[in-house]
């Protein structure tokens, strides 16, 4: 049973902001809004800052669970081999210190993989799951991306692996049209990223996911959520999913590439909402 004690929070109107002991780790989470519970897990970068585009709307809807990753944020920064099941137990047990018995869960990539395993693992904790830009086994294209972030890290250090993101999570345009607020988001996580063993650690854990043997005891209702421009987690790899998950619906969006909850905020927002509240 996993130790848990809440040691630091603030309450801001509806809105909770606090760290809580989770056997020997510390972890920072927000909880927001009212209704039936939803835990939001982000991907590589582990922040929970990740889901600001849509945490206005879902918390109309739903109590929202967010939080850091295990080595990301203000959360633990463990300095030690990574791999998607610990990142699951880590979730579990922060669910276990907040009270979330049972919950929905929208995972976005590295969140989705954690997302199969707790799903497969403790159906009884999974309640709607949203694989959105998630995989299950890593093709050649996706392979790639993750040696070309690691090659950065190697060879120019920690600013250029961070400057990279936006190729690999945003359709061109977006790019364009955004940067000013790009540029400023990666100044913010430049300054603030992890060490870079940590990072090489969490990527390791993403390269050496293997989630084939999950799917098949995935007894939750699932919405598999992919863009056909997601360069990262192309489309085959959402496919994969909704042939090996027994309760599984695809849909792929036309555009919006690897953070489609960002560049096109609104259409995810009634997606996702649509299939939790059905």
Not at 2 to 25: K, N, Q, Y
Not at 73 to 81: A, I, L, P, Q, T
Not at 164 to 189: E, H, K, N
Not at 241 to 255: E, Q, Y
């Amino acid at each position: 049973m996993a130790h848990h004690a809440p040691f630091v929070r603030a309450i801001l109107g509806a809105w909770t902001l606090a760290f809580v002991a989770v056997e020997d780790s510390e972890f920072y989470y927000e909880i927001s809004g009212e209704g039936p519970p939803v835990v939001l897990v982000t991907g590589l970068a582990g922040v929970a800052s990740y889901w600001e585009p849509n945490i206005a709307e879902l918390r109309k809807h739903f109590t929202v669970l967010r939080y850091d990753h295990r080595g990301t944020g203000k959360s633990v920064r463990s300095e030690r081999d990574y791999s998607i099941e610990m990142l699951a137990d880590d979730l579990l047990g922060l669910m276990d210190a907040v009270g979330f018995e049972r919950a929905s869960l929208i995972g976005h990539s590295t969140g989705g993989a954690i997302g199969q395993v707790l799903a497969a693992r403790y159906p009884e904790r999974i309640d709607r799951l949203v694989l959105y830009g998630t995989w299950a086994t890593l093709c050649p294209q996706m392979r790639l991306c993750m040696e070309l972030r690691l090659n950065l890290l190697d060879a120019y250090g920690v600013a250029k692996y961070h400057e990279a993101s936006p190729i690999f999570l945003y359709p061109p345009r977006f790019v364009s049209d955004q940067w000013d607020r790009i540029a400023r988001d990666l100044v913010a996580a430049v300054a603030n990223s992890t060490t870079p063993s940590i990072l090489k650690a969490r990527v390791a854990a993403v390269v050496d996911f293997d989630g084939s043997s999950y799917l098949p005891d995935i007894e939750s209702t699932t919405l598999i959520l992919v863009a056909q421009d997601d360069i990262l987690t192309p489309a085959g790899c959402s496919e994969e999913l909704a042939r090996g998950i027994p309760h599984a619906t695809l849909k792929v969006l036309s555009d919006g590439a690897h953070a489609v909850s960002h560049c096109d905020p609104k259409t995810f927002n009634d997606t996702v909402i649509a299939f939790l509240t059905v």
